[in-house]
């Protein structure tokens, strides 16, 4: 007899955002002349870059003959790539070496992923409100306990992330062995500035704990104090996982590529105090797990680090951050409470008469058809607040500013 893992069961029957398109789709079943713009999902709407476009067509050139044709590539990834990642990271005064660097399919394929070399009784903290993938994964993996009256799981540390603190976490009272950071923050666009996540490095390195960062959201800071790596923080190598995507950079969320960083120096341990290297483990994982991504796509993605594919690429950042400005600045205007949008193409906003967040959702869709996010379905503190994204045209998102405005 075949069993299943019951942690499934303990989900909610749709992923977050697999439930807002639900809903979508349901509105433009019974509304289809509705002109809907979406501001929800982090999705880009502007073309990939031509550098980008370029290297690819070259790439699928080669694959059409024999004498360039390439079968499966390193696990890995290719060393082109990884070495123009590593270049990245020395502008950053990050040194690494190319085995610490492992390209993947996507920022929320090794978030997920990466509790399988991860010992089930962890502790696992996660901020709230939270990117839905590390809560779901915890939930999965059966580390999360279970759900208790209001929602939270009886197993994860909660890091509040309030309005009156910036949306920033304070470190948790009680020990926890693996955090999830997400910075630029995905929902709500807060950054942490140095002195705040050496807070956080200075806590996992005391508590020999493991910190998972996502830096999804690097290629949008804009402020100088805002480190782009958590390795910029002295001690970070020996407690910290980074998770990078070209998705948000470079227009990548169709395309898919990303990459994780896992130091040498990064030890977790056995239940016998044993040290482990993290990477080893990570290693065995990916060789066996997974292929590698694409040739073609890496190709693509090494060519955004070109002098031309870099120029190209800030174009493309700068446009979703005027659209973030444009979404804050209107916002401001009409009195509502705003974060993000400076170093983030995401603004989080209060809703303007402290709405649940899904009842706001429903009427902006129905009212004037433009989509965002509940934020609610980033956890219990997101609930009265939404999120708007700068990802859609320029000239949607005026449009869409428009229509709230109007609206409000
Ligand atoms: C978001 O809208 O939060 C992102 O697009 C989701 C993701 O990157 O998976």
Redesign the pocket.
Known sequence: MALINEHYLELSENYF?TEMDKRINAFCVTHPKSNLILLG???VSQPLPMAVVDAMTEAVKELSQKETFRGYGPGQGYRFLIDKIIKDYQSHGVSLVADEIFVSDG??TDAANIGHILGRDNIIAITDPV?P?YENATIMSGRAGHQTDNGKWSNIVYLNCLPENGFKPQLPTEKVDVIYLCYPN??TGATLTRQELKMWVDYALQNHSLIIYDG?YEAYITEKDVPHSIYEIKGAKKVAIEIRSF?KTAGFTGLRCSYTVVPQELVAYTLDDEKVQLNKLWLRRQTTCFNGNSYIVQRGAEAIFSREGKKQVNEKIQYYLTNAEIIRTEFQKLGLQVFGGVNSPYVWTKTPQGENSWKFFQQMLSEINVVT?PGIGFGQNGEGYSRF?GFNSRENTLEAMDRIKHWL
């Open positions: 955002y999902t982090g999705d920022a929320k990117y993938v995905n929902p999804a998705s996010t994204s």
